[in-house]
Nanobody
């Protein structure tokens, strides 16, 4: 089992910035990737960004956030972070931290609300 605690969601004006933090605990030795997903009202949950937990730390982003969002990690703190710049109203959603372990099982945080006003 992996437990995830998120923080950092808030209300911000368009063009502003936020940083989301997620700290993992539990069976952290089984982590393969950590990342962020989001779900807007009436829409399906979508991948925002992921980062591998190996030495490479390879990243992956949905096209709509490339160049604006940056995912990073701190393996010593079991943390993953999402720096979000140039926020747009369409970024408004509940953001969920995700861990996928080495056997493909997903773990989710409780979600944190990001609201961007125009």
């Amino acid at each position: 089992q992996v437990q995830l605690v998120e923080s950092g969601g808030n209300l911000v004006q368009a063009g502003g910035s936020l940083r989301l933090d997620c700290i993992a605990s539990g069976s952290i030795f089984t982590i393969r990737t950590m990342g962020w997903y989001r779900q807007a009202p009436g829409k399906q949950r979508e991948l925002v960004a992921t980062i591998t937990w190996d030495r490479d730390g390879s990243t992956n982003y949905v096209d709509s956030v490339k160049g604006r969002f940056t995912i990073s990690r701190d393996t010593a703190k079991n943390g993953v972070y999402l720096q979000m710049n140039s926020l747009k109203p369409e970024d408004t959603a509940v953001y969920y931290c995700n861990v996928r372990n080495i056997i493909g099982r997903n773990f989710w945080g409780q979600g944190t609300q990001v609201s961007v006003s125009s």
